[in-house]
């Protein structure tokens, strides 16, 4: 199946700081991408839906400017939290939708732990 | 708007022995569906998918999943299950390229 990576893995940051994710596609062109959040135990929330080459769509309760989104080209978006508070503490998953070939299929990548202190 | 209900919470198996997760969706209109696989820390990894034709889908690591349109379910299924399988499983529905999830349902299998 396709590729999709993350990174940072694991950060660490203090409270009041910026922490920028990188989400890309390694084999296939993802016009669409999504962030999706998730407590321990629980499900995948999504955050937002991320086009390129326009503005992102968030999820009712989302703050926009908090969770800032671009998705500057077909193969990569970024989530920065910006002025993380330790309640922005989670897992944060991105996924990037594969429509070639008649498929329509999201692919998930492994995710990065994010822990403010 | 469409929505996932995970019958099951947690399943806890012995090795080898048939596991079913249950899954059920309502939705308005047609929609994907999709079984994914969660190990802890990590992300999530496609199982298998029906997107239209035969009923019964075949994925990854011998799961199989059969859609019920007139039930709304879509059941996942293996027939002997090993330690490896330990994990969270989720499934989800897809409209529009946008996802909804079930609230998951730990596997847990047991020597």
């Known amino acids: 199946g396709a590729v999709v990576s993350q990174h940072p893995s694991r950060v660490i940051c203090k409270s009041g700081t910026s922490v920028k994710i990188e989400c890309r596609s390694l084999d296939f062109q993802a016009t669409t991408m999504f962030w999706y959040r998730q407590f321990p135990k629980q499900s995948l929330m999504l955050m937002a839906t991320?086009?390129?080459?326009?503005?992102?769509?968030?999820e009712q309760g989302v703050e926009k400017d908090k969770f800032l989104i671009n998705h500057a080209s077909l193969t990569l978006s970024t989530l920065t939290v910006t002025s993380a508070h330790p309640e922005d503490s989670s897992f944060y998953i991105c996924?990037?939708?594969?429509?070639?070939?008649?498929?329509?299929?999201?692919?998930f990548g492994p995710g990065t732990r994010l822990t403010v202190l | 708007a469409q929505s996932v209900t995970q019958l099951d919470s947690q399943v806890p198996v012995f090795e080898e022995a048939p596991v079913e997760l249950r899954c059920n969706y309502s939705?308005?209109?047609?929609?994907?569906l999709f079984w994914y696989v969660q190990y802890p820390n990590q992300g999530l990894q496609l199982l298998l998918k029906?997107?239209?034709?035969?009923?019964l889908v075949k994925g990854i690591n011998g799961f199989e999943a059969e859609f019920n349109k007139s039930q709304t379910s879509f059941h996942l299924r293996k027939p002997s299950v090993h330690i490896s399988d330990t994990a969270e499983y989720f499934c989800?529905?897809?409209?529009?390229?946008?996802?909804?999830f079930g609230d998951g349902t730990t596997l847990t299998v047991k020597p």
């Open positions: 991320s086009n390129e080459g326009s503005k992102a769509t968030y």
């Open positions: 029906y997107l239209s034709g035969s009923t």
């Open positions: 989800a529905v897809m409209r529009a390229g946008k996802s909804t």
């Open positions: 996924s990037a939708r594969d429509k070639a070939g008649g498929t329509d299929t999201q692919y």
């Open positions: 939705s308005s209109v047609s929609v994907y």
